[in-house]
């Protein structure tokens, strides 16, 4: 082996950074509507039920003809207000959030998979119209997509005025051998 890919492979050994490539996987968020309240309260409608996250690595790395899949990584979430719950002349956004977590858990009954925070966002700017998430990238979801992942979110703020509809999207890095 020539001394300069001697060198790269020690310096990928010692800093723990085997993977030699990858590549990343976008999926789409469905829809989602948070219940408005025109006298305020707690926020109370943006704890939903689980969203699988449907990712076969399997498959995507055989597509791709990679080698295996050695982590899964969450590296974007973002959420978007969509149109559904806008009549004429209202305008959502997020500024009913002060602040949101989403969390990774294992769907199997039989885990010993901890429920893991994945992200984080912040209260967003009045109009804000997009939620983007600080995301823990060092977080390695592949153990959970092995065994059905799901994620979910808490919330904390106040109900907005009017009901308020989003989706989003998240981005995965799929790193392999």
Known sequence: MPARLTLIFLFQLLTGCASVGGFEISQALP?????GNPLGGLLGGFVDV??????????????RDTGPATALRLTDL??????????????DDFAFIESAEVFVASAASDSTLPRVRV???????????????TTDSSVDLLPYAREGAELSAEASGEAPPDDVSFDGAIVLAVEVL
């Open 119 to 133: 992200a984080t966002a912040s209260q967003p700017p009045a109009g804000a119209r997009e939620l983007v998430f």
């Open 31 to 35: 829809e989602r509507t948070v219940a």
């Open 50 to 63: 689980p969203i699988p996250l449907d990712v076969d690595v399997a498959s995507q790395t055989a597509a």
């Open 78 to 91: 973002r959420l978007r207000i969509t149109s559904t719950e806008e009549p004429p002349g209202d305008e």
